[in-house]
T-cell receptor, first 114, second 109 residues
Framework: ETGVTQSPTHLIKTRGQQVTLRCSSQSGHNTVSWYQQALGQGPQFIFQYYREEENGRGNFPPRFSGLQFPNYSSELNVNALELDDSALYLC?????????????FGPGTRLTVL | KQEVTQIPAALSVPEGENLVLNCSFTDSAIYNLQWFRQDPGKGLTSLLLIQSSQREQTSGRLNASLDKSSGRSTLYIAASQPGDSATYLCAVTGNQFYFGTGTSLTVIP
């Protein structure tokens, strides 16, 4: 167990809807990153938050947005859902930097868009 | 853009065999390389982290090496066990995290 939790575990939405996924970081970690993992693929980096500010973003459109709260928990919001957004969404926390420190992953949220 | 490739995509070995998983990357300007394990439908578990200045890391039956100049890393698993069956992912970090597509390992009892 990494101490990183995510909710909900599974979620079913329809195309065009909006969704919010949640992540609680491991204690003492102030950096959280979000990833999208399509079936049979490696995770794709969405963005990283460090001390409540976005600090790096992958090749995802603006309808993917996030927040990090003072307690370092985080949300991923996706607007105008598309069928291709169906994936496992993973969050990971690290001590300072996702690119320099070991990342600890949560179990993921499985999103299905119909 | 960094590209990470893992070969083979799938591997099946009898219990007790030693094995090597391969990871290659196109841009050698990385901060570190990390190996993960993922069980079906689950999150990732970090196995080993190698900083760019290091050549290898060891943890129990696992040994990972890094050759930054050639853009390669290997994960060596000694005396494989059925519990090692999982997908193994490598990830390199530059300005962001780049994952390979993984090697699916099955260890047959």
């Amino acid at each position: 167990e990494t101490g990183v939790t995510q909710s909900p575990t599974h979620l079913i939405k329809t195309r065009g809807q909006q969704v919010t996924l949640r992540c609680s970081s491991q204690s003492g970690h102030n950096t959280v990153s979000w990833y999208q993992q399509a079936l049979g693929q490696g995770p794709q980096f969405i963005f990283q938050y460090y001390r409540e500010e976005e600090n790096g973003r992958g090749n995802f459109p603006p309808r993917f947005s996030g927040l990090q709260f003072p307690n370092y928990s985080s949300e991923l919001n996706v607007n105008a859902l598309e069928l291709d957004d169906s994936a496992l969404y993973l969050c990971a926390s690290s001590l300072r930097s996702a690119t320099r420190d070991t990342q600890y992953f949560g179990p993921g949220t499985r999103l299905t868009v119909l | 853009k960094q590209e990470v490739t893992q070969i083979p995509a799938a591997l099946s070995v009898p219990e007790g065999e030693n094995l090597v998983l391969n990871c290659s990357f196109t841009d050698s300007a990385i901060y570190n390389l990390q190996w993960f394990r993922q069980d079906p439908g689950k999150g990732l578990t970090s196995l080993l982290l190698i900083q760019s200045s290091q050549r290898e890391q060891t943890s129990g039956r696992l040994n990972a090496s890094l050759d930054k100049s050639s853009g390669r890393s290997t994960l060596y698993i000694a005396a494989s066990q059925p519990g090692d069956s999982a997908t193994y992912l490598c990830a390199v970090t530059g300005n962001q995290f780049y994952f390979g597509t993984g090697t699916s390992l099955t260890v047959i009892p």
